[in-house]
């Protein structure tokens, strides 16, 4: 059974920092592509990071030079590294794994920054 499990969310001010972790299970994890999405109320889900099992990365504009998305493939755990947070990055945030025609997604996990 496959689970990708996120952790590390909560409330934080304005211009400070949280990690997220996902640990997957059930998955070969270093063949998939990794990605954080997150959705705001009322909006889409929307991509914010990907890294692939190579470790090449892609990021949304908006979080260009704040977030980092890093994996340790041993660990079978992927890693979003958020720095000077802004209010607009309140969102549920979300793991996903993706190989081919399966992918699958966490539970998420409730990032709030407010003051």
């Known amino acids: 059974q496959v689970q990708l499990v996120e952790s590390g969310g909560g409330l934080v001010q304005p211009g400070g920092s949280l990690r997220l972790s996902c640990a997957a299970s059930g998955i070969t994890f270093s063949l998939y592509v990794m990605g954080w999405y997150r959705q705001a109320p009322g909006k889409q889900r929307e991509l914010v990071a990907t890294i692939t099992g190579g470790s090449s990365t892609n990021y949304a504009d908006s979080v260009k030079g704040r977030f980092t998305i890093s994996r340790d493939n041993a660990k079978n755990t992927g890693y979003l590294q958020m720095n000077s947070l802004k209010p607009e990055d309140t969102a549920v945030y979300y793991c996903?794994?993706?190989?081919?025609?399966?992918?699958?997604w966490g539970q998420g996990t409730q990032v709030t920054v407010s003051s």
């Open positions: 996903n794994c993706l190989l081919g025609k399966f992918e699958y």
